[in-house]
């Protein structure tokens, strides 16, 4: 069975001050992994999808790596605006289905 | 591209009544899933649709609940005889069948039972 796990599960940081999410995954083969970003009380919206070990992709202050094991979202000099739950999923081989199991998530507060 | 849409975004029902959600994919987008969402925790698959077949359904899936795309554009899911524990977030979401995939999602429709 296919499984997410995020940690932190809340972090705190201070306007400016970079760190990183962490995603570990287990997964009978992966088809894609995906970051998603949701407010409150809102949808899941889209971030990034990477393939495979050694992919990188950027979007402003975010950069999220992957591994055959875990994937990393950095956050570089954070924004209070990047407040949100920072959502980790895994998509199985496509004989599989294509159900999305994702993480419980990372809550991120950036304090100004 | 207005995005994926649904109705209603909130729903506050009895114990024991049917409810109805509908959901709106992306123009184009042949796959449409829905998920539940409850606090603290992430999406959890719930089925999915390939134009208007059915082709997975989670095995949590109660038979209370049945789902819909009648004609290969919309859905509707509904929950007969409503439970407390039904009360979540349902998310729906839509791709391009494809190797990448990628699911969007719409705003979800909050349900609360009584």
């Known amino acids: 069975e296919d499984q997410v796990t995020q940690s932190p599960e809340a972090l705190r940081l201070q306007e400016g001050e970079s760190s990183s999410l962490n995603c570990s995954y287990t997964?009978?083969?992966?088809?894609?992994l995906f970051w998603y970003r949701q407010d409150p009380g809102k949808g899941p919206e889209f971030l990034f999808t990477?393939?495979?070990a050694g992919e990188e992709k950027e979007k402003e202050r975010l950069k999220a790596t992957l591994t055959k094991k875990e994937s990393f979202l950095h956050i570089t000099a954070p924004k209070p605006e990047d407040s949100a739950t920072y959502l980790c999923?895994?998509?199985?081989?496509?004989?599989?289905?294509?159900?999305?199991?994702f993480g419980e998530g990372t809550q991120l507060t950036v304090n100004p | 591209d207005t995005g994926v849409s649904q109705d209603p975004r909130h729903k506050i029902t009895k114990r024991g009544q049917n409810v109805t959600f509908r959901c709106d994919p992306i123009s184009e987008h042949n796959r449409l899933y829905w998920y539940r969402q409850t606090l603290g925790q992430g999406p959890e698959f719930l089925t999915y649709f390939q134009n208007e077949a059915q082709l997975e359904k989670s095995r949590l899936l109660s038979d209370r609940f049945s789902a819909e795309r009648p004609k290969g554009s919309f859905s509707t899911l509904e929950i007969q005889r409503t439970e407390q524990g039904d009360s979540a977030m349902y998310l729906c979401a839509s791709s391009i069948q494809g190797y990448t995939d990628t699911q969007y999602f719409g705003p979800g429709t909050r349900l609360t039972v009584l």
């Open positions: 990477l393939y495979s």
């Open positions: 997964v009978s083969g992966l088809r894609g």
């Open positions: 999923a895994v998509q199985a081989e496509e004989t599989s289905g294509s159900r999305l199991t």
